[in-house]
């Protein structure tokens, strides 16, 4: 079993940065995490994505650009710095992991229990 533990979350102002956090504990850090989040009243959706050797990156076109994933496996940590936050980045994010490479949701193993990110106007 893996836990993940999300971090870094908070109310910016848009126009702004935050840098997340997702540290791994238990078993072996998964091959394959990502980033997903969820606004009010809205499905969750993929953001970005990241394989174990960072060769592989993947990103919601809304984000590309803005925001960068990125993981260091000594500190079982993956990260997502989100610069140029607008209102509608607006929601509550997550890390999962997951074997092999994949976008969606229902395929992953791990959640974390979210972060709130809030950019106000």
């Known amino acids: 079993q893996v836990q993940l533990v999300e971090s870094g979350g908070g109310l910016v102002q848009a126009g702004g940065s935050l840098r997340l956090s997702c540290v791994a504990s238990?078993?072996?850090?998964?091959?394959?995490m990502a980033w997903f989040r969820q606004a009010p009243g809205k499905e969750r959706g993929f953001v970005a994505a990241?394989?174990?050797?960072?060769?592989?990156?993947y990103y919601k076109d809304s984000v590309k650009g803005r925001f960068t994933i990125s993981r260091d496996n000594a500190k079982n940590t993956v990260y997502l710095q989100m610069n140029s936050l607008k209102p509608e980045d607006t929601a509550v994010y997550s890390c999962a992991g997951v074997k092999r490479a994949t976008t969606a949701d229902y395929e992953y193993d791990y959640w974390g229990q979210g972060t709130q990110v809030t950019v106000s106007t």
């Open positions: 990241i394989n174990r050797d960072s060769t592989v990156t």
């Open positions: 238990g078993r072996t850090f998964s091959n394959f």
